[in-house]
């Protein structure tokens, strides 16, 4: 891989990641991005594993592979068929190159004394916080 690193704003990756023109033209071929973990828990709302072409993710991936072994999870009868059909999206989306994962990382929350009701979560939830004086 050729890498012509780009240290840029969010903006400027948004507008430039929905070009589909080669990158001396302004386009784009990889980005550097996270999600968090409750976005990855199954394929149904995480566009970052599809692979249906044009209707996929920014880089638009197109591999039948991938589509047929999620089209497989959501016809799971059972845990253990969802498990499998997971197993199998994963490698095949890992095979295509649909993503590489490079690494996990941990987000930690500091809270004030003052404030009740918070929960734990994969990210703040501020419903039903009260702060005390």
């Known amino acids: 891989m050729t890498v012509d690193f780009n240290a840029i704003d969010w903006g400027t990756v948004g507008a430039r990641r929905a070009q589909k023109t080669p990158p001396g033209q302004g386009g784009w071929q990889m980005f550097h991005t996270w999600h968090a973990g409750a976005d990855c828990i199954n394929p149904?709302?995480?566009?970052?594993?599809?692979?249906?072409?044009?209707a996929a993710w920014f880089g638009w991936p197109n591999s039948p592979q991938v589509e047929a072994e999620i089209g497989s999870w959501f016809e799971a009868k059972n845990l253990a068929?969802?498990?499998?059909?997971?197993?199998?999206?994963?490698?095949?989306?890992?095979?295509?190159?649909?993503?590489?994962?490079?690494?996990?990382?941990?987000?930690?929350?500091?809270?004030?004394?003052?404030?009740?009701?918070?929960?734990?979560?994969?990210?703040?939830?501020?419903?039903?916080?009260?702060?005390?004086?």
């Open 44 to 54: 149904a709302p995480y566009t970052a594993i599809r692979a249906n072409g044009d």
């Open 81 to 133: 068929e969802e498990q499998a059909a997971i197993r199998r999206v994963n490698k095949a989306a890992l095979d295509f190159v649909v993503f590489a994962p490079t690494g996990f990382f941990l987000s930690y929350q500091a809270w004030r004394k003052n404030l009740s009701g918070v929960v734990s979560g994969p990210l703040p939830f501020f419903w039903g916080v009260a702060k005390s004086a």
